[in-house]
């Protein structure tokens, strides 16, 4: 499967723990794309990543909430000290370059669930 | 900043019937383009149909077409010869030219097939 992969794909953690949230993009793409789907809404853009480098992180929270593109490896989202509004899924997409057309490719979502 | 809006919260149709599935946006942009997302129970996000802002002609993939009145910015989706597995929540969503792959997603329709 050459399609975006995130892992894991549900996760549960107590108030206060730490959360990590794992994107592999397609095959090729060096873009990524994190986005939150809080219970019955639509998506909301948190950041974009390239490789080593944040492009715009205008959409994620302020505290507790960091993400990185490493060299080598996959996108990760970390959210710190979960609180139970965190608790929601999280997507990642990829495109091969800095789309001109929107079109992004989504992978599965991680459900994040806080108890 | 773009908005988008879906009216609609849920709606039904027997199978083998047409649906329409209605979407508003506003932006200032003129270079964007329009989306809709189709999300099974799996949770994943799959592109249903793309449309860009400067072509007139309505988009069409398959049993999927949408109708685009770009002075009206409106951009509804319909879905001819219901199948049950279209049964799903559709999402609505812009991107524009500036916003890198900041899409702008509207609240979702939850579409419901009789059989």
């Known amino acids: 499967n050459a399609g975006v992969m995130q892992n894991p794909r549900h996760l549960v953690r107590r108030r206060g723990q730490e959360a990590r949230l794992r994107c592999s993009p397609m095959?090729?793409?060096?873009?990524v794309y994190w986005y939150r789907q809080l219970p019955e809404e639509g998506l909301k853009f948190m950041v974009y990543l390239q490789k080593e480098n944040i492009i715009d992180e205008s959409g994620m929270p302020k505290e507790r909430f960091s993400a990185e593109f490493p060299k080598e490896g996959p996108s990760i989202l970390r959210i710190q000290q979960v609180v139970r509004g965190d608790s929601a899924a999280y997507f990642c997409?990829?495109?091969?370059?800095?789309?001109?057309?929107?079109?992004?490719?989504f992978g599965e979502g991680s459900r994040l669930t806080v108890l | 900043a773009q908005t988008v809006t879906q009216s609609q919260p849920e709606m039904s149709v027997q199978e083998a019937e047409t649906v329409t599935l209605s979407c508003t946006y506003d932006t200032s942009e003129s270079d964007y383009y329009l989306f809709w997302y189709k999300q099974p129970p799996s949770r994943q996000m799959i592109l249903v149909i793309r449309?860009?802002?400067?072509?007139?002609q309505n988009a069409t993939e398959n049993r999927f077409s949408v109708n685009f009145q770009k002075a009206a910015k409106s951009f509804s989706l319909k879905i001819s010869d219901s199948q049950l597995g279209d049964a799903a929540m559709y999402f609505c969503a812009i991107w524009v030219g500036t916003s890198y792959g900041k899409l702008t997603f509207g609240q979702g329709t939850i579409l419901t097939v009789h059989p």
């Open positions: 095959k090729g793409h060096s873009h």
């Open positions: 449309q860009e802002a400067y072509k007139q």
């Open positions: 997409a990829s495109s091969r370059g800095t789309t001109n057309t929107g079109e992004l490719f």
